[in-house]
């Protein structure tokens, strides 16, 4: 078993380098003398561990990182009696161990002196340069946090704005905490408790979220032996028990020999599995298989050696079809990349197994801690001006940027705290094409008004619909992975969304927006009565006037409104409900704010409002000539039919405000047009043209709001 399993205190260390003595290590750092021309003793072992992963790499600035650490640090003590130099220690040998790069390293080792020594940021700068101290500050920022109680709503908002654009902090505090962890016995239980908690609801996920599994793996397996100590306890006897009898050792000797046989370069190994992950299997399970207790992995070259090895397991092999997955063409919303499948052993016993490439492989087990410096100088990091405007950087992934943009907006701790682990649960996105050949990375389950909202941020409160691979398809559509989307934006800016968009957002970024929107503009009587034809809310209402409302006068989302009321002072606004025009016979009612709201007195609102005693006010017809309407074409479904209506439209010089298209049913379709005339003398005329389309079979006013998208 390997030492994750075994010993969840156990470091992480690579196979066949002797355990490390970090107490040998403090005196060493406190006693032993050092020539100028070597490393320390102490650091020796995070030297080793760094050129094995860097080979190239300037060890001379890890050697003048740990002087100054050493001599900061000199005569503070642990609370287990080590001297504190031994922690920073351990904190860059795991980093080291999972192949960081050597500024986050020179800055883990000197985390700790800008909080706890005589040591300042500027003197850091100006010894090590201004990205050093950049990472110093940020987990100096992150040390003054106070996490409180374990579900501190505050906690992980704080430390997304204290660790700002560069996740290498994020790094360098996981590997602190993950020590920490390590020497907690000394603790009281109480705090031991507290501590472990914190980490299970703050610290674990963000370590999932950065793909470094070797550290979330051994953080969880110490947390489940604080927590719950009985039934780590009992998952530890049942490990033990299961050492002797291990079906998968066969089973991998027989795949390395079918690999052999197709001339396939492969390495195959039994990767057991750690406490918690035993435990979760048998929870699930009930009874634990021999199986249970590891899995094969498969380490290749190439990209397409992964599918090679997956089509000789799958043939020389019964494969379990349900427990394929192809995360490297789909990867993880952390980098993680690999192929997972299921297969029957000879004895009847399923394997599950893992197979990527050795490069998949450093990137599963340390994530962005992987994948080195990304402002480094030597032309070796990705440009930072990607295409689709994602900051192509790999210590920032998609998933922390949208964090940090929605975490600024979250109105409140609470509402940051619930989104936040809605947006942990997931843990798979799908990503999708903008019809500008950029893309979107998005949730599995996101919809049209999600990805609206992750193109356009606060412009799609006027969404109206979208075309999803070219098709017009509502805003509650689900997107899959792969589909190419094209929101559609209305060209009134100041209309905004539907309560309902809430029921089908799965993204921080739209639901905050959506809700921030509808907190901001309360809905009015009428619009409660019934909401505009394309499923969206007015938008706020203009200011009023100094003087009475008059022909051509600004009505709501600033349309020229040429009703006239003989009241001074009131803004006057034509309902988006049923978009009276010259020369419907039309009635008035007083609302919120004091605004006068137009209707035709055919309109539905109308009697209601007639019902509950609402005094209607007199409205007249003033000379302006524009206006704006709301049609509904319903018509037999048939291709260019959405053309050839919008041809007509365009004919009679009306401009279209927003158009909905609902799904066909047995072979209907029908259409809602919002539209601007230039005179609403043509409003007969364009009606009959829509009517003469071929297909359509009435035109009619909107009488009642349509279902909101």
């Not at 397409?304 to 490297?328: M, N, R, W």
């Not at 001006?385 to 920032?396: M, N, Q």
Request: charge should be negative; aromatic fraction near 4%.
């Amino acid at each position: 078993m390997s030492a994750e399993a075994t010993n969840p205190g156990a470091p992480i260390r690579r196979r066949g380098r002797p355990r490390i003595d970090l107490r040998r290590l403090g005196r060493v750092a406190l006693l032993g003398p050092v020539s100028r021309d070597r490393l320390p003793d102490a650091i020796g072992h995070v030297a080793e561990a760094h050129r094995a992963h860097h080979p190239d790499a300037d060890l001379a600035v890890l050697h003048r990182a740990y002087v100054l650490a050493e001599s900061s640090h000199r005569g503070q003590m642990r609370k287990s009696g080590e001297p504190y130099i031994t922690h920073p220690l351990a904190v860059t040998l795991i980093l080291a161990e999972l192949g960081a790069e050597t500024t986050t390293l020179t800055a883990s080792l000197l985390h700790d002196t800008v909080e706890d020594t005589e040591v300042t940021l500027d003197q850091v700068r100006e010894q090590f340069g201004e990205e050093v101290c950049y990472l110093v500050d940020g987990v100096t920022k992150l040390e003054k946090v106070d996490y409180g109680a374990a579900a501190e709503p505050e906690t992980f908002r704080k430390m997304l704005v204290a660790t700002g654009d560069d996740v290498r902090v994020m790094s360098i505090k996981l590997a602190d905490r993950l020590h920490n962890m390590r020497t907690l016995g000394v603790m009281r239980p109480e705090k031991q408790a507290r501590i472990a908690k914190v980490t299970r609801d703050v610290l674990i996920p963000l370590a999932e979220r950065l793909g470094v599994q070797a550290l979330k793996t051994e953080l969880e397996d110490l947390v489940f032996a604080i927590l719950h100590p009985e039934e780590y306890a009992h998952t530890r006897a049942v490990i033990s028990a299961a050492t002797a009898a291990d079906p998968l050792t066969a089973i991998a000797g027989n795949v390395a020999a079918v690999l052999r046989e197709a001339d396939i370069t492969a390495e195959v190994a039994v990767r057991p599995r750690h406490f918690v992950s035993v435990h979760r299997v048998r929870i699930k399970r009930g009874e634990l298989r021999g199986s249970d207790f590891g899995r094969l992995l498969v380490l290749v070259g190439e990209d397409a050696d992964c599918y090679a090895v997956l089509g000789e397991l799958h043939t020389c092999f019964t494969p379990v079809i349900s427990e394929f997955k192809d995360f490297i063409a789909s990867p993880k919303f952390n980098l993680y990349q690999s192929l997972h499948t299921a297969v029957v052993g000879p004895d009847g016993e399923v394997a599950e197994v893992l197979i990527r490439t050795h490069r998949m492989h450093k990137v599963a087990e340390a994530g962005v801690i992987a994948l080195g410096n990304p402002y480094a100088a030597d032309g070796t990091a990705p440009s930072t001006e990607p295409a689709d405007g994602e900051r192509a950087d790999p210590t920032r992934p998609g998933w922390l940027s949208r964090l940090l943009q929605w975490q600024q907006s979250a109105p409140d701790p609470d509402t940051f705290w619930t989104t936040l682990r809605a947006d942990l649960a997931q843990d798979r996105e799908i990503t999708v094409f903008r019809t500008d050949g950029g893309t979107l990375g998005l949730p599995v389950g996101a919809t049209c008004v999600d990805a609206a909202y992750a193109q356009y941020g606060d412009a799609a409160h006027s969404c109206i619909g979208a075309r999803v691979n070219g098709r017009l398809a509502t805003l509650s559509t689900v997107l899959g992975d792969g589909d190419t989307v094209q929101p559609l934006l209305a060209e009134d800016a100041a209309s905004g969304p539907s309560p309902d968009w809430l029921d089908h957002v799965t993204t921080p970024t739209a639901r905050i927006a959506i809700t921030g929107w509808l907190d901001a503009h309360p809905q009015d009587p009428e619009a409660a009565a019934g909401n505009p034809p394309d499923g969206r809310r007015p938008g706020p209402q203009p200011a009023r006037s100094p003087r009475p409302a008059r022909p051509g006068s600004a009505g709501a989302a600033g349309r020229p409104v040429s009703a006239v009321v003989e009241r001074p002072d009131t803004t006057v606004r034509l309902a988006g409900c049923c978009t009276p025009v010259p020369p419907d016979d039309v009635t008035g009612f007083t609302v919120r704010g004091g605004a006068v709201t137009v209707h035709r007195l055919e309109c539905p609102v109308v009697a209601r409002m007639a019902a509950v005693g609402r005094v209607p006010v007199v409205v007249s017809w003033g000379d302006a000539a524009e206006c704006r309407v709301t049609l509904v074409a319903e018509s037999f479904g048939r291709p260019r039919l959405l053309a050839d209506l919008t041809e007509a439209i365009a004919g009679a010089d009306a401009a279209v405000i927003s158009a909905t298209v609902e799904p066909p049913s047995e072979q209907r379709v029908r259409h809602t047009y919002t539209l601007q005339l230039p005179d609403a003398a043509g409003l007969p005329a364009l009606m009959r043209a829509m009517r003469d389309v071929p297909g359509v079979y009435d035109v009619s006013r909107a009488q009642q709001p349509a279902a909101a998208l």
